[in-house]
Every structure is written in structure tokens, then in C-alpha cells.
């Protein structure tokens, strides 16, 4: 079933106007918009839902790195926080993006899945690319990998006029 919306906001006399797309409305420019952002950006702040019981979500910014396939790879130790709230919930959201002269965000909501065996390696390898300053983490045993598979996108170019922000459900 396709989904299709298109929903307009009045802010101080100008326009946002957001769009809602099903992946399969998603077109390949505004495949290349995500990618261009999650591309020009090394960093994120990935938010994960702890397993205290107060439930509150905690952030943390980490290096980022994206596939083809709009799929945010960062890394993370074993000991710290998110690991363990990942493996309680996987459910992430991850927001990238807020540089003054660009002006775009991309903000994700999705699953995150620990890679490991093969899928390790190549996601590391991947990550290392784009993020030559995690290579000192690279074959380290505390260092652990995570994809996360978005299933909800908003893009959003706050420069333009009206400013540019849609959605993308998948």
C-alpha cells in the first residue's frame, strides 16, 4: 500500500511544506539529498532507550558512516551505555546534520543490529574510509559495530525559501 501526503505548515508567514513518501515514492534525487548530508557529516548523535527502569533516552554523539542503501554504520565500545541499551531495544533514532552553511539535517528513526563475523569486517572497513580516526579502533575487541536500517527519514534544507523538508516512511 503506497503512502502519500503532503501536509503544510504556516510559520511566520512563510511556508514549510512537508512531504511523506513511501520508499517506493522516493525518488533517486532525494536518495543523493540524504546521502549528500549523511556523506558530508562525521558525526551524529544516536539516541537509544536505556534499560533502567526511569526509561528516559540517552544520546551520544559518534562517528558516522552510511551505505548505499541509506544505512547509518557507527561504532561504539562494548562497555558503553548504548551497547547495552541496544541489546535491551533496538530501536535508535539518529539525527545528522546542522552545519550553519549548509543548513540541512537528516533525522532517522530505525533498528540497530550488532554486526558481526564478516559483516563486522566490511562495516568496520566502511567506517574506517570515511573516518580515518577510527582506525586506531580497528580489530580492537572493545569495539563493537552497528548498522542501523532506517525506517522512518526527514529531510530537512532550512536555506531555501520555502524551506525544503520532507519525509520518507519505509
Given at each position: 500500500?503506497?503512502?502519500?501526503?503532503?501536509?503544510?505548515?504556516?510559520?511566520?508567514?512563510?511556508?514549510?511544506?512537508?512531504?511523506?513518501?513511501?520508499?517506493?515514492?522516493?525518488?533517486?534525487?532525494?536518495?543523493?539529498?540524504?546521502?549528500?548530508?549523511?556523506?558530508?557529516?562525521?558525526?551524529?548523535?544516536?539516541?537509544?532507550?536505556?534499560?533502567?527502569?526511569?526509561?528516559?533516552?540517552?544520546?551520544?554523539?559518534?562517528?558516522?558512516?552510511?551505505?548505499?542503501?541509506?544505512?547509518?554504520?557507527?561504532?561504539?565500545f562494548?562497555?558503553?551505555?548504548?551497547?547495552?541499551?541496544?541489546?535491551?531495544?533496538?530501536?535508535?533514532?539518529?539525527?545528522?546534520?546542522?552545519?550553519?552553511?549548509a543548513?540541512?539535517?537528516?533525522?532517522?528513526?530505525?533498528s540497530?543490529?550488532?554486526?558481526?563475523?564478516?559483516?563486522?569486517?566490511?562495516?568496520?572497513?566502511?567506517?574506517?574510509?570515511?573516518n580515518?580516526?577510527?582506525?586506531?579502533?580497528k580489530?580492537?575487541?572493545?569495539?563493537?559495530y552497528?548498522?542501523?536500517?532506517?525506517?522512518?527519514?526527514?529531510?530537512?534544507?532550512?536555506?531555501?525559501?520555502?524551506?525544503?523538508?520532507?519525509?520518507?516512511?519505509?
Amino acid at each position: 500500500m503506497e503512502t502519500l501526503f503532503i501536509i503544510i505548515f504556516l510559520k511566520v508567514t512563510k511556508k514549510i511544506i512537508i512531504d511523506c513518501f513511501s520508499m517506493n515514492n522516493m525518488n533517486e534525487e532525494q536518495k543523493q539529498k540524504i546521502l549528500k548530508v549523511l556523506h558530508e557529516n562525521e558525526f551524529g548523535v544516536v539516541a537509544t532507550f536505556p534499560v533502567n527502569k526511569d526509561g528516559v533516552p540517552e544520546s551520544a554523539v559518534v562517528a558516522i558512516s552510511e551505505t548505499p542503501d541509506l544505512e547509518i554504520i557507527f561504532g561504539s565500545f562494548v562497555s558503553s551505555r548504548k551497547n547495552g541499551n541496544i541489546r535491551n531495544n533496538s530501536k535508535v533514532s539518529v539525527v545528522v546534520g546542522w552545519n550553519k552553511q549548509a543548513k540541512t539535517t537528516v533525522q532517522i528513526e530505525g533498528s540497530a543490529r550488532l554486526a558481526v563475523g564478516s559483516e563486522r569486517s566490511s562495516l568496520e572497513a566502511v567506517h574506517c574510509i570515511k573516518n580515518p580516526e577510527s582506525e586506531k579502533f580497528k580489530n580492537d575487541s572493545r569495539q563493537e559495530y552497528f548498522k542501523i536500517t532506517p525506517c522512518w527519514i526527514r529531510y530537512s534544507d532550512f536555506s531555501k525559501d520555502p524551506q525544503e523538508v520532507w519525509e520518507i516512511i519505509l
